[in-house]
T-cell receptor, first 116, second 115 residues
Framework: EAGVAQSPRYKIIEKRQSVAFWCNPI?????LYWYQQILGQGPKLLIQ????????DSQLPKDRFSAERLKGVDSTLKIQPAKLEDSAVYLC??????????????FGQGTRLTVV | GENVEQHPSTLSVQEGDSAVIKCTYS??????FPWYKQELGKRPQLIID?????GEKKDQRIAVTLNKTAKHFSLHITETQPEDSAVYFC??????????????FGKGTHLIIQP
């Protein structure tokens, strides 16, 4: 079974520039999550999609972050403009059936963003 | 939303000994508690989870216990091996009820297995 795919793996940008990350979840997984993991900390949930609808974006800094999942499969996360404190690994995860015994979230390898 | 506290931040044990990592949570309605292992530079991977209708779950050398009254849960690793060296995260649903089930994570425990 193919895992969650993310690209790019690494990205270096200057502050105030914009950046986008792409995620392709495991085939058939309706639920997709984006997490931000700052070095030395646990992942922090940014947004959760169910198919192409947003279930929770309460922790997404909406003044600079946006995300979409237009066709209910792939998703993109964008930061515009980036700040130094956005330097982190951005992890995408997907799960089959939330709220059930099949709700395990599978993580992608992540995109490591460095803002200079 | 839920808040999860994890201790210790670093744990060093001799190979073959047991390791215990503890977490507390704030929302008594939380009903799902996974543990993730993350090796350096790699993705977090689920190693075991427990739901609130059971008090203990075991999978080979790994076990998780849950005390709903005290609102804490623990990860137990027995007969530790070098490949157990990693950062371990506990987690719980950020919100209970409704349709959202994204997780809030503890700050992690760096487990070091000394040969």
């Amino acid at each position: 079974e193919a895992g969650v795919a993310q690209s790019p793996r690494y990205k270096i940008i200057e502050k105030r520039q914009s950046v986008a990350f792409w995620c392709n979840p495991i085939s058939g997984h309706a639920t997709l999550y984006w997490y931000q993991q700052i070095l030395g900390q646990g992942p922090k949930l940014l947004i959760q999609f169910q198919n192409n609808g947003v279930v929770d974006d309460s922790q997404l800094p909406k003044d600079r972050f946006s995300a979409e999942r237009l066709k209910g499969v792939d998703s993109t996360l964008k930061i515009q403009p980036a700040k130094l404190e956005d330097s982190a690994v951005y992890l995408c995860a997907s799960s089959l059936l939330r709220g059930t015994d099949l709700a395990e979230a599978f993580f992608g390898q992540g995109t490591r963003l460095t803002v200079v | 939303g839920e808040n999860v506290e994890q201790h210790p931040s670093t744990l060093s044990v001799q190979e073959g000994d047991s390791a215990v990592i503890k977490c507390t949570y704030s929302d008594s309605a939380s009903n799902y508690f996974p543990w993730y292992k993350q090796e350096l530079g790699k993705r977090p991977q689920l190693i075991i989870d427990i739901r609130s209708n059971v008090g203990e779950k075991k999978d080979q050398r790994i076990a998780v216990t849950l005390n709903k009254t005290a609102k804490h849960f623990s990860l137990h690793i027995t007969e530790t091996q070098p490949e157990d060296s990693a950062v371990y995260f506990c987690a719980a649903p950020l919100y209970s009820g409704g349709g959202a089930d994204g997780l809030t994570f503890g700050k992690g425990t760096h487990l070091i297995i000394q040969p």
